[in-house]
């Protein structure tokens, strides 16, 4: 027994040494993971930074969101980006400026699940972050929308935050959150975006 015991103990140096492999989190999102119309280090990205310290998860967080950004556009980075960062996770904040350009639904969905399933391929876990449209786009559409990442989510077994925004848009003065153009949330806003995405991001780091 004594002759095998050494390399038992390797073997446990090894699995506790990748336990402690830091996480690396890519964010690929748009203007809402961005910054955009914020001081630097204000939005939900830069506080989810200031969260894992606090939790002390080692992690490295990777902020790719560009500001108008569609699914599409995404799609056609995410490879590049999977290669070049290697990461452990993957945050996929997009879809809003699809529904603001009309894009197809079915589009969204298709580039969404693109994102996701490289992601997995790369052997990343994904979370997706939903959004929902205001009414004035009609219900029907309004559900289907937000029904896309619902159905991306269960196709690819991926973590899913149904709305970005809850508890910033859907309040009873939501515009007091905005920017004045109303579409950017200010940066009094982001903790809560945060807390809406940290719960499910946090299941994943475990």
């Known amino acids: 027994m004594g002759v095998y015991a050494p390399a038992v103990w390797a073997q446990g140096t090894a699995k506790t040494s990748a ?13 809402l993971s961005a910054e955009y119309g914020l001081a630097r280090g204000t939005g939900w990205v830069a506080l ?37 960062h290697q990461p452990t996770h993957v945050v996929i904040e997009l879809g809003g400026n ?19 399933q490289a992601a997995q391929d790369a052997g990343a876990k994904v979370l997706l972050v939903g959004m929902q449209v205001p009414p004035n786009y009609g219900t029907d559409y309004a559900t289907k929308f937000a029904g896309v990442f619902e159905t991306v989510a269960k196709a690819r077994k991926a973590a899913v935050v149904p709305f ?7 309040g009873p003065d939501p515009t007091r959150m905005f920017q004045p153009d109303r579409i950017h949330p200010k940066a009094e806003a982001h903790p809560q975006m945060l807390a809406n995405v940290w719960p499910e991001l946090k299941k994943l780091l475990r």
């Open 19 to 31: 336990s402690r492999t830091p996480a690396v989190i890519l964010v690929l999102g748009d203007s």
């Open 48 to 84: 989810l930074e200031k969260q894992l310290a606090a939790d002390r998860i080692e992690a490295k967080v990777v902020n790719a969101s560009v500001s108008g950004e569609t699914t599409s556009g995404g799609r056609s980075r995410i490879t590049a980006l999977l290669k070049a």
């Open 164 to 170: 970005f925004l809850k508890g910033v848009a859907d």
């Open 98 to 116: 699809d529904a603001l350009r009309g894009l197809p639904l079915q589009n969204t969905q298709d580039n969404l699940n693109f994102m996701a």
